[in-house]
């Protein structure tokens, strides 16, 4: 088993490094955030995903897995280096690829020992090229080093069972003995490898992360159609599903794709294209749509509130997902700010995404910690994340704790089945609206 060093503790260093030394590597996560290393030595994890906190305890007590911030000692003598740091996005859309380079000129003068070093953050295509240029012109010991590309593929609230049972490896090298090497650090895992050089697997991230996301463009720009001609595009999509070549993934309508990949790889690589003097056209047409969905339910408020101001808000659901705490690229940051803009005032319901959304919003928002809470005589009420706990409500708390209950719905978290005789106004997307509140009293009475 190979001596691994992973850089970075985020998402992908973290995940990586837990998951190597699961399948029975020896591990050092560095990272120079002294409080998340605290944090790790401890067990625990600093980010939300289930499932992994159990296996740094796990592999910390076998001593299979350490946590460092001095990099110095750990990249003097590692066999393999992964960099599995932040790529976040520059202004003009491109990739900053800074953490990388400071990563690579750390490790450039550190390796005292020959080494691969194996970019996993996602990274424009050509960039393992120029790491592996930039280390060799730094290097401060006479080793030989390499570059592999070797891109992950992991989501968050699924990240570890996305690791251990992936769908594919992809590593991209230029040698035969850099892709020996990463086929026996992925041996155990006992997956399909797809080897391949470099250039071609920093493509095939990009490749599958933007085609991820122009399918879920696409399936919103269907929806916003379906709810003009009068169709049901949840009928729509399980009508298509059933031909293999389409599936029924990714097929979810809502107020558009967030987190910290799809709007950032989109971005990128359609920047890289413009810079190679080409136009991507359908991955710009994937982020203007996704542009314009984010205000699909807002759009759809406005008819029946022509302002927000004084207006009680309920809202649930704020990450930009289910299952984790992060809330980059969140739908629910554009809209919150919009409808506290106008004067609106927020009381807003999440499982996870509290703490941090607390840092955005400290004093404007009134929390709570359950969804009666949040619903309680609000005026309207907006959803923004499909948790299970808000699939699984009891409808009937709608018309019980609201005000007024107009509920405008950006995951299609229920029913129209379900939601009706519920005594509520109720749109979703892509879907006919439920127009009970008022009317059903009245034919009642
Ligand atoms: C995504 C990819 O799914 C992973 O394969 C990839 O490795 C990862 O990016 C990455 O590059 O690191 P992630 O951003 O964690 O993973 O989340 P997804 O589950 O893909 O969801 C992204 C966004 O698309 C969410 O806002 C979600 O609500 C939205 N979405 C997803 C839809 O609106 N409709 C769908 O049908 C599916």
């Given at each position: 088993m190979s001596n691994i060093t992973v850089a970075g503790t985020g998402y992908v260093g973290l995940v990586t490094g837990v998951c190597l030394a699961e399948v029975g590597h020896q591990v050092t996560c560095v990272d120079n955030n002294d409080e998340k290393i605290y944090l790790l030595r401890q067990g625990i994890s600093p980010i939300y995903e289930p499932g992994l906190d159990e296996l740094i305890v796990k592999n910390t007590e076998n001593g299979k897995l350490d946590f460092t911030t001095d990099y110095q000692s750990v990249y003097a003598h590692s066999d393999v280096i992964f960099i599995g740091v932040g790529t976040p996005e520059n202004e003009d859309g491109s990739a900053n690829l800074n953490y990388v380079f400071t990563v690579a000129k750390e490790i450039a003068e550190s390796v005292e020992q020959d080494c691969l070093v194996v970019v996993?953050?996602?990274?424009?295509?050509g960039t393992n090229d120029r790491v592996e240029a930039y280390i060799k012109a730094h290097l401060k010991h006479n080793v030989k080093i390499e570059v592999a590309s070797n891109p992950e593929f992991l989501a968050q609230g699924t990240a570890v069972r996305d690791t251990l049972y992936a769908s594919r490896i992809v590593i991209g090298t230029e040698s035969d003995e850099a892709k020996q090497i990463l086929m026996d650090v992925y041996e155990p895992f006992k997956l399909p490898i797809l080897a391949m050089n470099r250039r071609s697997a920093e493509m095939v991230k990009y490749a599958s992360n933007d085609f991820l996301a122009l399918k879920i463009s696409f399936i919103n720009d269907i929806a916003n159609l379906c709810e003009k001609v009068g169709a049901n595009i949840e009928d729509v999509t399980n009508g298509m599903s059933y031909d293999e070549r389409i599936?029924?993934?990714?097929l979810n309508p809502g107020i558009g794709y967030g987190g910290s990949c799809f709007p950032k790889d989109t971005k990128a690589l359609h920047w890289l294209a413009e810079e190679e003097g080409y136009i991507l056209r359908t991955v710009k047409a994937a982020i203007d749509v996704n542009e314009k969905q984010k205000y699909a339910l807002i759009k759809k408020a406005r008819n029946d509130f022509p302002t927000f101001n004084e207006k009680k808000v309920a809202v649930l659901g704020l990450t930009f997902?289910?299952?984790?705490d992060d809330l980059r690229e969140a739908p629910s940051i554009p809209n919150i700010r919009l409808l506290l803009n106008e004067g609106a005032r927020i009381q807003a319901f999440d499982p996870v995404g509290i703490e941090n959304y607390k840092k955005l919003f400290p004093d404007q928002i009134s929390y709570k910690h359950s969804i009666e809470e949040a619903l309680e005589d609000a005026e309207l009420c907006f959803i923004f994340t499909e948790w299970p706990e808000i699939k699984e409500m009891d409808l009937g708390l709608f018309k019980e704790k609201m005000k007024t209950p107009y509920i405008y719905d950006g995951r299609n978290c229920f029913s129209l089945y379900e939601i009706q005789n519920k005594g509520v106004n109720y749109h979703s997307i892509g879907r006919p609206s439920v127009i009970e509140y008022g009317v059903l009293d009245e034919v009642q009475a």
């Open positions: 996993k953050s996602t990274v424009p295509i599936g029924n993934r990714f997902k289910p299952g984790t």
